[in-house]
């Protein structure tokens, strides 16, 4: 046991890239304290547009991803850092160069030695087809088809749990099971949804009517929610889209 122990910390990280490396929907990456990167897997090389792992290292996230994107991973780097707590499962919304999006779970470990943090490692996962082979798929995607049409409104989720002939942990279990969400990220990933549309749809609407628009009754807190999951303010976002920069 303590020869593996040994083996284990000796390890260099170019095997935990190998782990990582065949998974298309995973981004890997371990970086220092100025937040440059030491190692990332082949699906972050891809999605930097860069061609090669090595030109990648050494660079942080600002000099990596555009604008608010860069922005936003760097800040959430510097919190773990500057904290030494861990940034569990955050639901956001990636903006790619090629003008793609994509849902991901992030999770985020400080790295220590002897009480000082050193760096940070972290995964991305892209958020996956749902199990439709589960076999109480279709009662629970009668719920989850109720929050995303109704995301507009206060979800009682207890309630629709006991229309459907379930506890609610057990909702909260097969939805994380069958969606790899809990139902309020759900609600949160619909709301989004239908505000990046309004933002790019409708020019005129003004981010307090886009926010009571999406069911949020305090424009300020959909702003918050907004920048937390995409980087980026909705003002930002609309102006991003559009090709205009932002404050023209």
Same mark, same amino acid.
């Given at each position: ?72 991973? +760097?800040?959430? @780097?510097? #919190? !773990?850092?500057?904290?030494?707590? /861990?940034?569990?499962?955050? $639901?956001? *919304? ?54 995303? +049409?109704?995301? @507009?409104? #206060? !979800?009682?989720?207890?309630?629709? /749990?006991?229309?459907?002939? $379930?506890? *609610? ?80």
């Amino acid at each position: 046991m303590l020869a593996l122990q040994q083996a284990l910390r000796s390890c260099e990280l170019s095997l935990v890239e190998a782990l990582f490396d065949p998974l298309p929907d995973v981004v890997f990456f371990v970086k220092d304290r100025d937040g440059r990167y030491l190692s990332v897997n082949q699906t972050l090389v891809r999605r930097s547009a860069l061609r090669s792992k090595q030109a990648l290292l050494g660079r942080t996230p600002r000099e990596v991803f555009p604008g608010a994107m860069g922005e936003a991973f +760097a800040r959430q @780097d510097h #919190a !773990v850092i500057a904290s030494g707590a /861990a940034m569990p499962r955050q $639901l956001e *919304l990636h903006l790619y160069a090629d003008g793609g999006a994509g849902w991901c779970l992030t999770h985020k470990l400080p790295l220590c030695d002897a009480g000082a943090v050193l760096g940070v490692a972290g995964i991305s996962r892209d958020l996956g087809l749902p199990d439709q082979g589960h076999p109480v798929y279709a009662q629970i995607a009668e719920l989850a088809a109720h929050i995303r +049409a109704h995301y @507009d409104q #206060a !979800v009682n989720l207890g309630e629709l /749990a006991r229309r459907a002939g $379930l506890s *609610l942990d057990r909702v909260e279990r097969l939805f994380q099971r069958i969606f790899h969400l809990s139902p309020r990220e759900m609600l949160l990933q619909a709301r989004l949804d239908e505000a990046r549309r309004l933002l790019l749809d409708a020019p005129g609407l003004s981010v307090a009517a886009v926010a009571a628009s999406c069911g949020y009754s305090d424009h300020s807190a959909f702003a918050r929610q907004f920048k937390a999951t995409t980087g980026m303010t909705p003002s930002q976002y609309r102006a991003l889209q559009r090709g205009v920069a932002p404050g023209a």
